[in-house]
């Protein structure tokens, strides 16, 4: 059925982004025949960013999107995406196994009941994940990554938690006792993929279409640490849910964005996993095993004594005057960042394209060192004192690698000068590091 309709690969890839795929396009007998349509997407994301980016410099003179803060979101992205280099996603491997076992009707494939019914179904699903990662404390520590920058922009839909994942999958299994897997993976793919656009404060207002769909100004909401967007507007495409279940709100004052306490950090591993070391504190002062529990299933802001979801009563007053955190540092140590930033943004993008030709070991160690260089990076955005020798050790292994051929370059002509650069970057941290160890030294005698 997916062949009945022809169009041109970059036409269904900038659709893809919009869910304006039609049925006889995007339906599928069998779950390999499933287009990666994220994958598919990277272009159209890097496109539109820079297309965010030129726009906002025209309409208000200044970036929308921090180089400290843009890296950090693709950081996430990237990260979020690494399980998939050693297993299939979870969300459609538990969906695959009840289809397998317990489905109790099996809708036709090629239907466009069955394609309408799925993208209304795996909406609704994504509601109830959303708004269970909001009010679940064990769930909010996952989803609370795609909160924590304090802006707002296309680059912040990339912001995504790499534990997420491994719960979410729960909610969409009713769907597998009638949908079939293919028609599934179809839906959240293009589910996921709408919600890139809304991420911006370019678009302001799309009249009529407010009523039905989620779009930027929901989102800036849902986004928002004002007391009124607090746990609103959940929605991925559709924004009725919210309607009816009465977790909607309206744009009024202006949004400030983040968490309700801002984390102010860029380091990548903080990013994600702090909220985990909190809750874990949190519970450890509690002597009753049923407030060890609660702080964990409960909201986050629940205390005992206070109701389930707790409240904001302790939430710092937003003033609409807050500025984001945006420490200051070199141009050159930007130029730095950003071009070793490139550089493992292509590895990661040559590991997933060679995934399948790789032993599972070359997968491990590439994957490591993605990491390694994505937690080094935040070191040096946020200024750390142990930046330079993490640095330094970075570089030696990315030496080591050029060395055993295990990097590659998008174009040959860029091997060469891209041996030489980082040969000087491990000169210059190697020389960083010598002087912090001789400024300790002389401090201790």
């Given at each position: 059925?997916?062949?009945?309709?022809?169009?041109?690969?970059?036409?269904r890839?900038a659709?893809?982004?919009?869910?304006?795929?039609?049925p006889?396009?995007?339906?599928?007998?069998?779950?390999?025949?499933?287009?990666?349509?994220?994958?598919?997407?990277?272009?159209?994301?890097?496109?539109?960013?820079?297309?965010?980016?030129?726009?906002?410099?025209?309409?208000?003179?200044s970036?929308v999107?921090?180089?400290s803060d843009?890296?950090?979101?693709?950081?996430?992205?990237?990260i979020?995406?690494?399980?998939?280099?050693?297993?299939r996603?979870?969300?459609?491997?538990?969906?695959?196994?009840?289809?397998?076992?317990?489905?109790?009707?099996?809708?036709?494939?090629?239907s466009?009941?069955t394609?309408?019914?799925?993208l209304?179904?795996?909406d609704?699903?994504?509601?109830?994940?959303?708004?269970f990662?909001?009010?679940?404390?064990?769930?909010?520590?996952?989803?609370?990554?795609?909160h924590?920058?304090?802006?707002?922009?296309?680059?912040?839909?990339?912001?995504q938690?790499?534990?997420?994942q491994?719960?979410?999958?729960?909610?969409?299994?009713?769907?597998?006792?009638a949908?079939?897997?293919s028609?599934?993976?179809?839906h959240?793919?293009?589910?996921?993929?709408y919600?890139?656009?809304?991420?911006?404060?370019?678009?302001?207002?799309?009249?009529?279409?407010?009523w039905?769909?989620?779009?930027?100004?929901?989102?800036?909401v849902h986004?928002?640490?004002?007391?009124?967007?607090?746990?609103?507007?959940?929605?991925?495409?559709?924004?009725?849910?919210?309607?009816?279940?009465g977790?909607?709100?309206?744009?009024?004052?202006k949004?400030?964005?983040?968490?309700?306490?801002?984390?102010?950090?860029?380091?990548?591993?903080?990013?994600?996993?702090?909220?985990?070391?909190?809750?874990?504190?949190?519970s450890?002062?509690?002597?009753?095993?049923?407030?060890?529990l609660a702080?964990?299933?409960?909201?986050?802001?629940?205390?005992?004594?206070?109701?389930?979801l707790?409240?904001?009563?302790?939430?710092?007053?937003?003033?609409?005057?807050?500025?984001?955190?945006?420490?200051?540092?070199?141009?050159?140590?930007?130029?730095?960042?950003?071009?070793?930033?490139?550089?493992v943004?292509?590895?990661?993008?040559?590991?997933?394209?060679?995934?399948?030709?790789?032993?599972q070991?070359?997968?491990?160690?590439?994957?490591?060192?993605?990491?390694?260089?994505?937690t080094?990076?935040?070191?040096?955005?946020?200024?750390?004192?142990t930046?330079?020798?993490?640095?330094?050790?970075?570089?030696?292994?990315?030496?080591?690698?050029?060395?055993?051929?295990?990097?590659?370059?998008?174009?040959?002509?860029l091997?060469?000068?891209?041996?030489a650069f980082?040969?000087?970057?491990?000169?210059f941290?190697?020389?960083?590091?010598?002087?912090q160890?001789?400024?300790?030294?002389r401090?201790t005698?």
């Open positions: 059925m997916a062949a009945a309709v022809e169009f041109g690969p970059v036409s890839g659709r893809a982004l919009f869910y304006m795929l039609t006889n396009e995007s339906s599928f007998e069998k779950v390999e025949e499933v287009p990666q349509y994220v994958q598919q997407a990277t272009p159209f994301f890097a496109g539109l960013m820079v297309l965010e980016l030129v726009v906002g410099i025209m309409k208000t003179g970036p999107v921090t180089i843009g890296i950090t979101s693709l950081s996430a992205g990237m979020s995406r690494l399980p998939l280099l050693l297993m996603g979870c969300e459609l491997t538990a969906y695959v196994y009840v289809w397998d076992h317990f489905r109790m009707v099996e809708l036709p494939w090629n466009a009941w394609w309408w019914l799925s209304i179904g795996v609704f699903c994504y509601y109830w994940v959303h708004r990662a909001h009010e679940v404390a064990i769930l909010w520590a996952a989803h609370q990554v795609h924590s920058s304090e802006y707002y922009n296309l680059t912040t839909a990339l912001r938690s790499l534990t997420q491994f719960a979410s999958w729960v909610f969409y299994l009713p769907m597998a006792l949908v079939p897997p028609i599934f993976a179809v959240i793919q293009l589910n996921l993929l919600q890139f656009w809304i991420h911006t404060e370019l678009i302001r207002d799309l009249g009529p279409l407010e039905v769909f989620n779009t930027p100004k929901h989102h800036r986004h928002g640490r004002n007391l009124y967007c607090i746990d609103k507007n959940y929605g991925g495409m559709l924004i009725i849910w919210d309607r009816l279940f977790t909607f709100a309206s744009e009024t004052d949004v400030i964005y983040g968490l309700v306490f801002p984390i102010k950090t860029f380091e990548i591993l903080n990013v994600q996993l702090h909220y985990y070391k909190y809750l874990w504190k949190k450890n002062f509690y002597k009753k095993i049923n407030n060890k702080t964990f299933l409960n909201g986050p802001s629940w205390k005992p004594g206070k109701p389930r707790g409240d904001h009563l302790g939430n710092p007053k937003v003033t609409g005057k807050e500025v984001p955190h945006d420490p200051s540092w070199s141009l050159p140590l930007q130029v730095y960042v950003v071009i070793h930033f490139l550089l943004l292509w590895t990661y993008h040559e590991l997933f394209e060679n995934k399948m030709m790789l032993s070991l070359t997968v491990l160690g590439m994957t490591s060192y993605v990491l390694l260089t994505l080094s990076l935040g070191f040096i955005i946020d200024q750390r004192p930046a330079a020798f993490l640095e330094m050790l970075r570089c030696v292994v990315m030496v080591m690698m050029q060395r055993y051929d295990c990097m590659t370059m998008p174009l040959p002509s091997a060469v000068p891209t041996k980082v040969s000087l970057s491990l000169l941290w190697a020389l960083q590091s010598v002087s160890l001789l400024s300790i030294k401090k005698d």
